[in-house]
């Protein structure tokens, strides 16, 4: 029996969506891989506990259960297949493949079973349906009567969104069975609720997606953004990968989390969660924990006092929590020496990242691309100027991506590096064997020549000679305005067929075409030149400033000092609410220093004016001198 069963177009139900991917049993346990979210799911040998084969809508599907309480389910098979899957978990798992059909007598009358994160309906000694309780959104109760809402689907027309249970009253008094029914279901549901105190706490911290400034609490099992007008709570199971991205300026840093599902806000989904840090802002961090459970808990990742860089904070936090790898750039580095591109998609400009294994762009909207969903790529003409090329990026389901307005000297250096990743380039050039279209490409070779760079060459050289010959000093001999009017009053002449024997006739005709040669021929007058513009006078007395102005340059480092890290546009606005809120006896003072500044400002113009000629008295001197000449 061979080592390695492998299968194609395998669907796992996930959060109520039916995903395809790629499933692979080994003899170290199952792996499988999302196509949607690219996500490697591995469940090992030893933790599997039970094997279900049903069949299912989609034919014959798989159900794994855990010794953790997990379950996995895994639709797509073929009913020829259950031999080869027997054999194989027996053999190398030890575990026994057990047929079991679902009820199909359409009863609404049983009893439910609670097991791992599954709710099962069953009718006799068959299940009837089974729900995975993390779909559960919300559970609430009523008088014999249990009510479920369920997590809305995206990827699905129609959802199941409420399903009611009612539980008859029992004459025992073991309790409300209600009661013990929605205890058993809030235990496993995807309710988040905020219970004992956050491990540490990040302020007004710069979102890009969702835009806003928002309080980050990081909680054991979920992150908390809570800003002024949104909250949003993001269980860490939800995240799927960690990017920490240099921003072009080498000044900012982008922090980006990618979700499944993403987070919503009425018909908006969020899939990724950009954060834009200062590389200058610096923090000292204090986890909410003692020093023995941080040890106990993240195993070295992380220390009770944590001090440096807020962005290394944030994502070293983030990493520990989440337990995912955090993406950075690779080698790749631009015309400019930087670790990006800047680009445009979907008519906003951001940064292009080639990363070790796809792509990202930042950040409206923000999009990420892996190297095993590209079809192939394609390096197309600007459409605007061939100062920029354009970036496109056909998948394998079909989607392209274009990032346009690229600047022509990030054309070799992206070149080499989808070459070196040897993803499929639609326009490599010519292949050996074809018939060229132009000498200059008849020795290509398929690895190192480029036919978009060579054409981009070649218009070069015809718009560098366009230009040498526009400002050469040789006229255009064909051109003459008085033959082209000769011609067109010779072919419509009154009176064309007239022999040249009546010589007043010619002789008037001759005087006209000077006339008209003299109308074409005038030459123009030539324009005035404008006057310059007045040149101000270094060692004039400067304008006085306001009251507000000379308040804002006395008290701008105290703000400063009050708010650390502020920028110049958040410092104006704190100003200016400050000096709206100040009593009139205190902007009497700096009223009073204005009026001051004034008066001051109005004697040093008269000494100004008085010893400084004006000029109109500049022009009388200048009359006079012309006229004694």
């Given at each position: 029996?061979?080592?390695?069963?492998?299968?194609?177009?395998?669907?796992?139900?996930?959060?109520?969506?039916?995903?395809?991917?790629?499933?692979?049993?080994?003899?170290?346990?199952?792996?499988?891989?999302?196509?949607?979210?690219?996500?490697?799911?591995?469940?090992?040998?030893?933790?599997?506990?039970?094997?279900?084969?049903?069949?299912?809508?989609?034919?014959?599907?798989?159900?794994?259960?855990?010794?953790?309480?997990?379950?996995?389910?895994?639709?797509?098979?073929?009913?020829?297949?259950?031999?080869?899957?027997?054999?194989?978990?027996?053999?190398?798992?030890?575990?026994?493949?057990?047929?079991?059909?679902?009820?199909?007598?359409?009863?609404?009358?049983?009893?439910?079973?609670?097991?791992?994160?599954?709710?099962?309906?069953?009718?006799?000694?068959?299940?009837?349906?089974?729900?995975?309780?993390?779909?559960?959104?919300?559970?609430?109760?009523?008088?014999?009567?249990?009510?479920?809402?369920?997590?809305?689907?995206?990827?699905?027309?129609?959802?199941?969104?409420?399903?009611?249970?009612?539980?008859?009253?029992?004459?025992?008094?073991?309790?409300?069975?209600?009661?013990?029914?929605?205890?058993?279901v809030l235990s496993k549901a995807d309710v988040i609720q905020a219970t004992g105190d956050a491990v540490c706490i990040f302020r007004e911290l710069q979102c890009l997606t969702p835009r806003g400034r928002y309080d980050i609490r990081i909680y054991p099992t979920f992150l908390h953004l809570h800003g002024k007008t949104f909250d949003y709570k993001i269980p860490y199971t939800t995240v799927l990968r960690l990017f920490l991205l240099p921003h072009k300026d080498q000044r900012q840093m982008f922090f980006v989390i990618s979700l499944d599902p993403p987070i919503k806000q009425g018909q908006t989904r969020y899939h990724f969660l950009i954060l834009l840090f200062s590389k200058d802002e610096d923090m000292t961090l204090t986890l909410n924990m003692s020093e023995e459970e941080v040890e106990r808990r993240f195993e070295g990742k992380l220390k009770k006092n944590m001090s440096g860089c807020l962005y290394e904070m944030v994502s070293r936090v983030m990493k520990a929590l989440v337990n995912r790898k955090i993406t950075v750039p690779g080698n790749f580095q631009g015309h400019s020496g930087s670790q990006c591109i800047t680009c445009s998609y979907k008519a906003s400009s951001g940064l292009l990242y080639p990363l070790e294994r796809g792509f990202i762009y930042v950040h409206k909207p923000p999009v990420h691309i892996r190297f095993d969903e590209v079809n192939c790529v394609n390096f197309a003409r600007g459409t605007t100027t061939t100062r920029s090329f354009d970036f496109e990026i056909e998948t394998k389901q079909?989607?392209?991506?274009?990032?346009?307005?690229?600047?022509?000297?990030?054309?070799?250096?992206?070149?080499?590096?989808?070459?070196?990743?040897?993803?499929?380039?639609?326009?490599?050039?010519?292949?050996?064997?074809?018939?060229?279209?132009?000498?200059?490409?008849?020795?290509?070779?398929?690895?190192?020549?480029?036919?978009?760079?060579?054409?981009?060459?070649?218009?070069g050289k015809i718009r560098e000679n366009a230009d040498s010959d526009e400002s050469g000093d040789e006229t255009d001999e064909s051109f003459n305005p008085g033959e082209e009017e000769d011609e067109v009053a010779e072919e419509f002449d009154s009176n064309p067929s007239a022999s040249s024997s009546s010589a007043d006739s010619d002789d008037d005709a001759e005087k006209k075409k000077e006339a008209k040669r003299a109308k074409i021929v005038k030459e123009k007058k030539p324009r005035k030149k404008k006057e310059s513009k007045k040149t101000k006078d270094p060692s004039a007395p400067k304008r006085p400033m306001s009251a507000y102005m000379l308040w804002l340059n006395a008290s701008r480092e105290k703000i400063k000092s009050e708010n650390p890290g502020i920028s110049i546009t958040d410092l104006s606005k704190k100003a200016g609410e400050i000096w709206k809120s100040m009593s009139k006896d205190k902007k009497e003072e700096w009223d009073r220093r204005a009026e001051e500044a004034k008066r001051d400002y109005e004697k040093a113009m008269k000494e100004y004016n008085s010893s400084t000629p004006t000029e109109a008295s500049k022009k009388k001197k200048k009359a006079k001198g012309k006229k004694k000449k």
């Amino acid at each position: 029996m061979a080592d390695t069963l492998e299968f194609n177009d395998i669907y796992q139900e996930v959060k109520g969506s039916m995903n395809d991917g790629r499933l692979r049993l080994s003899r170290a346990g199952l792996m499988y891989k999302n196509n949607k979210t690219g996500k490697v799911e591995n469940i090992s040998a030893a933790d599997i506990a039970e094997v279900v084969w049903r069949r299912v809508a989609l034919g014959h599907g798989i159900k794994l259960l855990t010794n953790g309480g997990h379950v996995y389910k895994y639709d797509g098979f073929r009913d020829t297949e259950y031999d080869k899957l027997f054999d194989y978990f027996k053999s190398h798992f030890r575990v026994e493949l057990v047929e079991k059909d679902l009820c199909v007598k359409g009863w609404n009358w049983g009893s439910v079973r609670f097991g791992g994160q599954l709710l099962s309906f069953d009718i006799g000694d068959q299940p009837a349906f089974e729900l995975p309780l993390s779909n559960v959104s919300q559970c609430t109760t009523g008088k014999n009567e249990v009510t479920l809402e369920f997590h809305q689907n995206d990827d699905s027309e129609v959802s199941l969104m409420e399903i009611r249970f009612y539980v008859p009253p029992t004459q025992d008094d073991g309790g409300d069975p209600v009661e013990a029914f929605a205890q058993n279901v809030l235990s496993k549901a995807d309710v988040i609720q905020a219970t004992g105190d956050a491990v540490c706490i990040f302020r007004e911290l710069q979102c890009l997606t969702p835009r806003g400034r928002y309080d980050i609490r990081i909680y054991p099992t979920f992150l908390h953004l809570h800003g002024k007008t949104f909250d949003y709570k993001i269980p860490y199971t939800t995240v799927l990968r960690l990017f920490l991205l240099p921003h072009k300026d080498q000044r900012q840093m982008f922090f980006v989390i990618s979700l499944d599902p993403p987070i919503k806000q009425g018909q908006t989904r969020y899939h990724f969660l950009i954060l834009l840090f200062s590389k200058d802002e610096d923090m000292t961090l204090t986890l909410n924990m003692s020093e023995e459970e941080v040890e106990r808990r993240f195993e070295g990742k992380l220390k009770k006092n944590m001090s440096g860089c807020l962005y290394e904070m944030v994502s070293r936090v983030m990493k520990a929590l989440v337990n995912r790898k955090i993406t950075v750039p690779g080698n790749f580095q631009g015309h400019s020496g930087s670790q990006c591109i800047t680009c445009s998609y979907k008519a906003s400009s951001g940064l292009l990242y080639p990363l070790e294994r796809g792509f990202i762009y930042v950040h409206k909207p923000p999009v990420h691309i892996r190297f095993d969903e590209v079809n192939c790529v394609n390096f197309a003409r600007g459409t605007t100027t061939t100062r920029s090329f354009d970036f496109e990026i056909e998948t394998k389901q079909g989607s392209q991506y274009t990032f346009s307005s690229i600047e022509r000297e990030e054309y070799g250096k992206l070149f080499d590096f989808v070459n070196a990743k040897k993803l499929s380039i639609k326009n490599r050039g010519l292949k050996e064997g074809m018939k060229p279209a132009y000498d200059d490409y008849a020795d290509s070779d398929e690895d190192q020549h480029d036919a978009y760079l060579e054409r981009m060459k070649e218009e070069g050289k015809i718009r560098e000679n366009a230009d040498s010959d526009e400002s050469g000093d040789e006229t255009d001999e064909s051109f003459n305005p008085g033959e082209e009017e000769d011609e067109v009053a010779e072919e419509f002449d009154s009176n064309p067929s007239a022999s040249s024997s009546s010589a007043d006739s010619d002789d008037d005709a001759e005087k006209k075409k000077e006339a008209k040669r003299a109308k074409i021929v005038k030459e123009k007058k030539p324009r005035k030149k404008k006057e310059s513009k007045k040149t101000k006078d270094p060692s004039a007395p400067k304008r006085p400033m306001s009251a507000y102005m000379l308040w804002l340059n006395a008290s701008r480092e105290k703000i400063k000092s009050e708010n650390p890290g502020i920028s110049i546009t958040d410092l104006s606005k704190k100003a200016g609410e400050i000096w709206k809120s100040m009593s009139k006896d205190k902007k009497e003072e700096w009223d009073r220093r204005a009026e001051e500044a004034k008066r001051d400002y109005e004697k040093a113009m008269k000494e100004y004016n008085s010893s400084t000629p004006t000029e109109a008295s500049k022009k009388k001197k200048k009359a006079k001198g012309k006229k004694k000449k």
